[in-house]
């Protein structure tokens, strides 16, 4: 199974570029999640969705948006990119609230 | 609001000891979960161990066991005999059933031969 797979792997984008991580999983899970992490840090979650059409902020979320339009995906909108958006990012699915989180591979993205 | 604390940046452990990471939370639910994460230098999250807040025993996972205290609010995580490839980054998360699992600042373990 490829349980959660992120694209790309790498990004450099311009500042004031749009763009937007790929997510997806094979697991059936409800639960998705996005999260950054900034070096040396901890991970900090940006949005999430407890199911299709249901979608929530959490501790960073501004120049993020997300949808959730089917179970597999959860996609993540860059609306307009800045340099202290240059972080990897990492997409998780869990199939409850209490069940572990399996994660992608991350995302790193470089705002010039 | 949650919040996870890891209040020790760094920890040295020689080969075949124990070590002891810490970890406390606070949250005003009665059901949630308390989650720990190996990141090795590769970068993947690595799933370690998971403690119900109802559970009554510490949950045990092969070397990784986890001291979970209530009314401390405390889940720390043990590592039995450790090995050279525990050298990582450990994080430990909570979520409940408001929210989405939130993590703390995370440990660096080094494994000295």
């Known amino acids: 199974n490829a349980g959660v797979t992120q694209t790309p792997k790498f990004q450099v984008l311009k500042t004031g570029q749009s763009m937007t991580l790929q997510c ?28 299709a059409g ?7 979320p501004n120049g993020y948006n997300v949808s959730r339009s089917t179970t597999e995906d959860f996609p993540l909108r860059l609306l307009s990119a800045a340099p202290s958006q240059t972080s990897v990012y990492f997409c998780a699915a869990s199939g409850d609230w ?10 790193r993205l470089t705002v010039v | 609001a949650q919040k996870i604390t890891q209040t020790q940046p760094g920890m040295f452990v020689q080969e075949k000891e124990a ?3 810490d970890c406390t939370y606070d949250t005003s639910d ?10 090795p230098s590769s970068g993947e999250m690595i799933f370690l161990i998971y403690q119900g807040s109802y559970d009554e025993q510490n949950a045990t996972e092969g070397r990784y066991s986890l001291n979970f205290q209530k009314a401390r609010k405390s889940a720390n995580l043990v590592i039995s005999a450790s090995q050279l490839g525990d050298s ?3 994080f430990c998360a909570m979520r409940d059933n408001n929210n989405d699992m939130r993590f703390g600042a995370g440990t660096r373990l080094t494994v000295k031969p």
């Open chain 2, 88 to 90: 990582a980054m450990y």
């Open chain 1, 24 to 51: 997806a999983q094979d697991m059936n899970h409800e639960y998705m999640s996005w999260y950054r992490q900034d070096p040396g840090m901890g991970l900090r979650l940006i949005h999430y969705s407890v199911g």
């Open chain 2, 19 to 21: 070590v002891t990471l």
């Open chain 1, 54 to 60: 249901i979608t929530d902020q959490g501790e960073v």
């Open chain 2, 30 to 39: 009665q059901s949630y979960g308390l989650f720990w994460y190996k990141q």
């Open chain 1, 98 to 107: 209490d069940t572990e989180a399996f994660f992608g591979q991350g995302t």
